[in-house]
């Protein structure tokens, strides 16, 4: 297995700017096509309502719009000419006042999608949130990227969060392509509650067995949470091994996205400084 399609979403020009680095490299590194995508914004004054304009302001409008997707094209294809990856542009007009819309169908049908951890200063109106429907409905794997990674190394050193949950099991498995060209891989398991001691000391090391017989080789730690909370915990033991990706799983559709970014993954998501592969 590995990613032969990625998905770089450029939802506006500061993401084009930072995302465009890793998201290069990664295509080299997998040889992969690369297509980035840019939605355009539909006009609506504000989300769910639409307005009779006149020609001026719909043409100004217009022109606006058509601009800054130009500039975007021209980050893409100069990034990607510089980096000599294979790669496609993509720039699709919003059909509704939400544009996740258009992210989603191309997510579905691509390997890996990367995007920038949610910033709702950063992303438009009508794109906030489309990280967490990518993880929930494109059942592809989501890397996310804080906006100052650029271009440092991705996957050397992996944390693996790991517990035996559908969601975890995905990530772990859609993480392979990172975790076989490795030089670390551990896998942590979370004992919130002291009646899990003994489910959880032998899990992490059942999982690893699955590993290693695609040619991962992984440490293994249990770690009891009485002080400080899941996303905490991983991030700090993240830090301590000097990872440069965490993998971990979302909630799915069977808790009803219950806090998909709740709990450790709102966490995770608001304060880790490293990459975040995530599957729901």
Known sequence: MSYKTILACLTSEFTAGHLLPAACGLARRFNAHLTGLHTREAFVPYSGIAIAADDVTFGDFNNRVAEEDHRIEM??????????????????????????????????RSDLAIALFPDSQQERFDQRGFQKDLVVHSGRPVLLLPDDWCDKPIGTRILAAWKPTREAARALHDGLPFLKTAAFAEIVTIEEHPHEAAEFSTEGHEIARVLSRHGVTAEVRQIQDREYGTGTRLLMEAASQQC????????????????????????????????VLKSG
């Open 75 to 108: 980050q893409f294809q100069a990034a990607t000419d510089q980096a000599g990856c294979m790669a496609e542009w993509r720039s699709q007009a919003a059909r509704s006042p939400d544009a996740t819309d258009e992210l989603l169908e191309s997510a579905i």
């Open 244 to 275: 440069d990706l965490l993998i971990m799983g979302g909630c799915g559709h069977s808790r009803l996205h219950r806090l998909i970014f709740g709990n450790a993954s709102a966490h995770v998501l608001r304060e880790a400084r490293i990459p």
